[in-house]
């Protein structure tokens, strides 16, 4: 580990004395690349300094517990070394986690979609609960989100929606919300008191750039239509809306959301682009993967990953078997203990692989 954090440290000052160089300011790309990798470097390079502030205090504690008279100032250098070795192990299991190889892509913006599955209209209500509690996350995050194609449900919520997400590390946290999530509750439109059990699922998909998914526009067919949405008089009564269909994968990507017909045409390609790549990222991770069942999953939306049951108050994540009775809290967008417990499991693992290797 020590090898590890001494080359790290070598590199980080190679990068700080890189960021300043007027070649590297005056190139925006390069400028932003470098600038990320300091920021992560130096998270590790803090760290590794107070590890060896705590491993010279603590020899210095051992050197005066074996060398003092006093026995007054043993004993209270005895009781110093008591609160130093706890610090330093956990330190140490910090700074391992800090030097899992972190997945590429968790700092990239992302493309939510949210579609109603089994369950009827009360899956559609349920899809846009979801999106709602989502929405409160990305608001506490100081993240921003845009709403870019959507159908209604027949009775609220949304058959399908999809929103572009962008801020600090998205994918990174996002990733782990991919998959079904069921719901157990009586329904607005059960008149019984019955409780019903839905579903919607849940796609993250890493937002793709033009350099990862080339494009052929001559695969694409390209459709105009009147838009369906709110927006004004102008935008339903031209035809801005556009629906792209991908001929070689059979993807179809509409979006309505802006007045404009190019700028849909632009949404919507990066959509396409992002589902692209998602498709070539499973079959990368499922390469990577396919002599193990991950603890949290793959973020295939097939899997079952969450249940939401609203008379016990309880939300199950099924992945790691947490359970917790907060339920109106974690509507209301206070999902972030959910998503650290799955970030754990999924550190906790990558450890053990690497460990085994």
Sequence with gaps: MIDKLEAIKERFEEVSQQIIQPEVVSDSTRYSKISKEYKDLGKIVEQYALYQKL?????????????????????????????????????????????????????????????????????????????????????????????????????GG??????????????????????????????????????????????????????????????????????????????????????LTHIPSGLVVSCQDERSQLKNKDRALSVLRSRLYEIELKKHNDAISSQRKSMVGSGDRSDKIRTYNYPQSRITDHRIGYTVYNLPAVMEGDIAELIEKLRIAENAERMQEGEAV
């Design 55 to 155: 491993q010279k205090d603590i020899a210095g504690t051992k050197e005066l517990i074996a060398t003092e008279k006093d026995e007054d100032l043993r004993e209270m250098a005895k009781e110093e070394l008591d609160e130093l070795v706890p610090k330093l192990e956990e330190l140490e299991q910090t700074i391992k986690e800090l030097l899992i190889p972190k997945d590429p892509n968790d700092s990239r913006n992302i493309i939510l979609e949210i579609r109603g599955g089994t369950g009827g209209d009360e899956a559609a209500i349920f899809a846009g609960d979801l999106f709602r509690m989502y929405q409160r996350f990305f608001e506490k995050m100081g993240w921003r989100s845009s709403v870019m194609d959507y159908t209604e449900g027949t009775n």
């Design 158 to 243: 949304y058959k399908e929606i999809i929103c572009k997400v962008e801020g600090e590390d998205v994918y990174g946290k996002m990733k782990f919300e991919s998959g079904v999530h069921r719901v157990q509750r009586v329904p607005q439109t059960e008149s019984q008191g019955r409780i019903h059990t839905s579903a919607a699922s849940v796609a993250v998909l890493p937002e793709a750039e033009e350099v990862d998914v080339q494009i052929n526009m001559n695969d694409i067919r390209v459709d105009t239509f009147q838009s369906s949405g709110a927006g004004g008089q102008s935008v339903n009564t031209t035809y801005s809306a556009v629906r």
